[in-house]
């Protein structure tokens, strides 16, 4: 709290004013995280009109910055704020339905294989990430590795070839 505050410009007393708690301050952090980050991804796909692998290397990308701001300490102590952990189970629920959507659109433009289950893909996506976070394999990887492996793993997992192709070019 004090780090926030003195970034803040502002005395800790005015922070807990308007925040009560550690928790309620960082629920607040994440929920304008998410939607900017959402927002970015909508304005890119607006503005570039990007194939499926584009905009999941895009995503990927903005997450990946994000990720390599945090201190690994904080994937730790994460789990004691059980508001933050319903918030983004919660976000998975929905990045569940906008996956169906990509998916779909990938399957279309002929870079994901049609034979598989969306809602099985978005799955392995989200328990993966969250067993190597769970099991601090960013402390002998490091997130940026650790991110990266297992995404672009499971994403050329569900490609065809052209798909491959395409992730491999745009990569480079």
Same mark, same amino acid.
């Given at each position: 709290?004090?780090?926030?505050?003195?970034?803040?410009?502002?005395?800790?007393? $005015?922070?807990?004013?308007?925040?009560?708690?550690?928790? !309620?301050?960082?629920?607040?952090?994440?929920?304008?995280?998410?939607?900017?980050?959402?927002?970015?991804?909508?304005?890119?796909?607006?503005? $570039?009109?990007?194939?499926?692998?584009?905009?999941?290397? +895009?995503?990927?990308?903005?997450?990946?910055?994000?990720?390599?701001?945090?201190?690994?300490? +904080? +994937?730790?102590?994460?789990?004691?704020?059980?508001?933050?952990?319903?918030?983004?189970?919660?976000?998975?629920?929905?990045?569940?339905?906008?996956?169906?959507?990509?998916?779909?659109?990938?399957?279309?433009?002929?870079?994901?294989?049609? !034979?598989?289950?969306?809602?099985? @893909?978005?799955?392995?996506?989200?328990?993966?990430?969250?067993?190597?976070? !769970?099991?601090?394999?960013?402390?002998? +990887?490091?997130?940026?590795?650790?991110?990266?492996?297992?995404?672009?793993?499971?994403?050329?997992?569900?490609? $065809?070839?052209?798909? @491959?192709?395409? @992730? !491999?070019?745009?990569?480079?």
């Amino acid at each position: 709290m004090d780090n926030i505050a003195n970034y803040l410009s502002i005395s800790k007393r $005015t922070l807990y004013e308007i925040y009560p708690t550690k928790e !309620d301050l960082l629920l607040e952090c994440f929920k304008k995280h998410e939607e900017t980050h959402e927002a970015k991804v909508e304005q890119y796909i607006e503005n $570039t009109n990007p194939n499926a692998i584009e905009i999941i290397i +895009f995503a990927y990308k903005l997450k990946l910055e994000h990720f390599l701001q945090i201190n690994s300490l +904080f +994937f730790e102590e994460l789990c004691k704020y059980q508001r933050i952990v319903s918030f983004f189970e919660k976000k998975e629920k929905e990045r569940e339905t906008k996956f169906e959507w990509l998916f779909t659109r990938g399957v279309e433009e002929g870079f994901f294989r049609e !034979d598989l289950n969306p809602r099985i @893909i978005s799955n392995m996506f989200s328990i993966s990430l969250k067993e190597a976070i !769970d099991n601090e394999l960013y402390k002998d +990887f490091g997130i940026q590795y650790l991110f990266r492996d297992i995404v672009f793993t499971l994403v050329r997992g569900i490609c $065809t070839i052209k798909g @491959i192709e395409t @992730i !491999d070019q745009l990569l480079h």
